[in-house]
């Protein structure tokens, strides 16, 4: 079965210090992972996706993540935040050529940034 | 950029009537979701289908309907409305592999 962890339900940091998302996920098989934004009223963007090759993955906005195959975690990351990124994130993992399953979402992390 | 739309983006509407929320999308996908969402809370997918005539329950329990009789087209509908229905409700499409799930605007329903 899959699943997702998203650890802090809110992440407060200062406009241009470090963003740092945690996600961690169980899944009986290598899985496809995202990280997904959305804005208030809004539905959820795409911010980046691993799903093979290189394990560091840059997204939009200057967003990047690693996928950790020992430490089963994709965790977000972004050198200097922006007033912008103030949002709600959301990490999510699917298994691949299976029709039987679907996206498996977290629970969310708010951003919130303090300028 | 992705093509889901959602219709409508905002509605307001009184106990006991019917509803049907539209969504379309035109990437050919074969999958497509409908998730329930409450303010800043998590995505709770209560609908999807694989492809056309074919529909399956979520993990939470809805009282809503779906019907895919189009591979573009997933409407959902609520036979009686009531302020329990009160939320956000997100629909996505998918290809096959699943390599990426997009979304559209959502929808916010109010049930007075």
């Known amino acids: 079965a899959q699943s997702v962890t998203q650890l802090g339900s809110h992440v407060s940091v200062s406009e241009g210090a470090l963003v740092l998302l945690r996600c961690n996920y169980s899944?009986?098989?290598?899985?496809?992972l995202f990280w997904y934004v959305q804005y208030p009223n809004q539905g959820l963007q795409l911010l980046l996706k691993y799903t093979t090759g290189a394990t560091l993955v840059k997204g939009i906005n200057g967003f990047e993540a690693e996928f950790k195959k020992s430490e089963t975690s994709f965790h977000l990351t972004k050198p200097s935040a922006h007033m912008s990124d103030a949002a709600e994130y959301f990490c999510a993992v699917s298994v691949p050529l299976n029709t039987g399953n679907q996206f498996y979402f977290g629970t969310g992390t708010s951003l919130t940034v303090i300028p | 950029e992705a093509d889901i739309y959602q219709t409508p983006r905002y509605l307001v509407i009184g106990t006991g009537k019917k509803i049907t929320l539209e969504c379309s999308q035109t990437?050919?996908?074969?999958?497509m979701y409908w998730y329930q969402q409450d303010p800043g809370m998590e995505l709770h997918l209560i609908h999807y289908s694989y492809g056309v005539n074919s529909t399956e329950k979520g993990d939470l329990s809805s009282e809503s309907t779906v019907s895919r009789i189009r591979t573009e087209h997933f409407p959902l509908t609520l036979e009686s409305a009531r302020p329990s229905h009160t939320s956000q409700y997100l629909c996505?499409?998918?290809?096959?592999?699943?390599?990426?799930?997009?979304f559209g605007q959502g929808t916010r329903l109010t049930v007075v």
């Open positions: 899944s009986s098989v290598p899985p496809y």
């Open positions: 990437m050919g996908h074969d999958k």
């Open positions: 996505a499409s998918s290809d096959s592999r699943q390599t990426e799930a997009f």
